[in-house]
């Protein structure tokens, strides 16, 4: 069990579990509707939620009230 997901530019998607927080305020924040590709993971966010992906289809969603890995 985890509690936070994770995805490289490869290979599968997990969760994993940390003992303290990982932030890093330069990162950047998308607003509903906007897409970003970095270091080979591309994520997407809406309203109702965010995927990103790897270009080999893994990833992780993280929608209200539901989080699936893919």
Known sequence: MG???????????GLTCHGDT????????LGYGEALS????SCVSA????????AEGH???VL???QKLC
């Open 38 to 41: 970095l270091g080979g993971i």
């Open 47 to 54: 309203r109702t939620g965010m995927a990103c992906t790897n």
């Open 3 to 13: 509690d936070f997901f994770h995805v490289g530019a490869r290979g599968a998607a």
């Open 59 to 61: 990833g992780f969603s």
């Open 22 to 29: 990982v932030i890093d305020r330069r990162n950047p924040v």
């Open 64 to 66: 209200r009230g539901r």
